[in-house]
């Protein structure tokens, strides 16, 4: 075939250069700076809406009124960061990595190198130094997609449109909840698959705080920590904790993450028998100066602490693309599909030598 099959904005082919969609398209890129689903909605609807009535080529890209994609959008912000806690704190410390096309990349790829040499002292600034080579060791990570989907009938839309009552939005809310979950999920246990297995790109995973290479590791004690709290037990084992991380080379600041059975236990009394001050375990923790908080992370295992730095070098977020209502119509017309989809990987790292900046205490 002697002409090009694909759609192509800034064409001036005859059956191309006719289409509505190059009009749409090219306001998209001008207005927004990127061609998105948000982009192709800002030109404006009745130019899309004109699209899909009469040339039926728009259908994937503005299937719903204008109105009510608004309603389903504010739904995905009323949301927010519900369901989040590790990640939240990630994200508040400014722990990203941002992916400008997320869609194109399947595997971010970053170095480990060793540490080599040392500074020397001289009396002369042209004294020759150490020639140095380091060793680099190549770290991939799978960016994969978290995803949840629902569907509107076309009968409950237009009913909604009809009457004028308010699009029921809760199945939006609730996937949306349903992928910041999985997030969370995946910064705390690894990301895996339905069946309960490791996700795995050629050989890469994509670890979390639990499973991360070159955690450290201590052992607790389960009672003292959970139904008959001991806070000098408590604190004791937490700066034992602490000390390994500085033994990394890591000194802070933390942040301690339990399951919410310990949570509780933390708000018991320092002290049960003489509690002059009034403590509880917990503002007795928070009085570790390299300590800045300690959180409740619901996802962890009821049997498992974490202490973890918060800086780059040891976990950040890849972030892509938020969680984002994308819709579709049905083959037949009469549904309208709606997939929840953001990409944001968290990733948890160590140095050459294996060392990390996160302990996972373990209850006993």
């Not at 504010?74 to 990203?96: C, K, M, N, P, S």
Request: proline share 5%.
């Amino acid at each position: 075939m002697s002409k090009e099959m694909r759609f192509m904005a800034g064409s001036d082919s005859n059956w191309q250069g006719q289409s509505p969609l190059t009009n749409v398209v090219m306001r998209a890129l001008t207005e927004a700076g990127g061609w998105s689903v948000p982009a192709m909605r800002r030109p404006g609807y009745r130019m899309m809406s004109a699209v899909e009535n009469e040339f039926r080529e728009f259908r994937s890209l503005a299937p719903m009124q204008d109105k009510a994609q608004v309603a389903i959008d504010r739904a995905v912000v009323e949301v927010g960061l519900q369901r989040l806690t590790f990640v939240a704190d990630i994200l508040a410390a400014g722990l990203t990595y941002n992916l400008t096309d997320p869609l194109s990349i399947a595997q971010l790829e970053w170095n480990s190198t060793n540490k080599i040499g040392a500074a020397q002292r001289t009396m002369s600034p042209s004294a020759r130094g150490e020639n140095k080579l380091p060793i680099v060791t190549p770290n991939r990570l799978p960016i994969y997609l978290t995803t949840d989907e629902f569907e509107i009938d076309i009968r409950t839309l237009k009913t909604s449109q009809r009457v004028g009552t308010p699009l029921d939005v809760s199945m939006v809310k609730q996937c949306t909840r349903a992928v910041n979950e999985a997030i969370e999920d995946a910064a705390i246990n690894g990301a895996t698959t339905l069946d309960g297995q490791d996700l795995k790109v050629a050989g890469y995973s994509a670890p979390g705080i639990l499973n991360a290479p070159g955690a450290e590791a201590e052992t607790l004690t389960a009672a003292a920590w959970s139904t008959v709290p001991v806070g000098s037990t408590v604190f004791a084992q937490t700066m034992s904790m602490i000390g390994k991380l500085q033994g990394n080379k890591k000194f802070g600041p933390y942040r301690l993450y339990v399951p919410t059975v310990v949570g509780n236990a933390l708000d018991s009394d320092y002290n049960s028998t003489n509690n002059a001050q009034g403590l509880t375990i917990r503002q007795r923790l928070l009085q570790i100066e390299s300590l800045q908080a300690v959180r409740v992370a619901d996802l962890l295992p009821a049997t498992k602490v974490a202490l973890v730095q918060m800086t780059s070098d040891v976990i950040d977020v890849v972030v892509g693309q938020p969680p984002t209502v994308i819709p579709w119509t049905s083959l037949d017309g009469f549904a309208i599909h709606n997939l929840v989809m953001a990409i944001m990987i968290p990733r948890v790292r160590s140095d050459y030598n294996n060392d990390s900046g996160i302990c996972i205490g373990t209850l006993t």
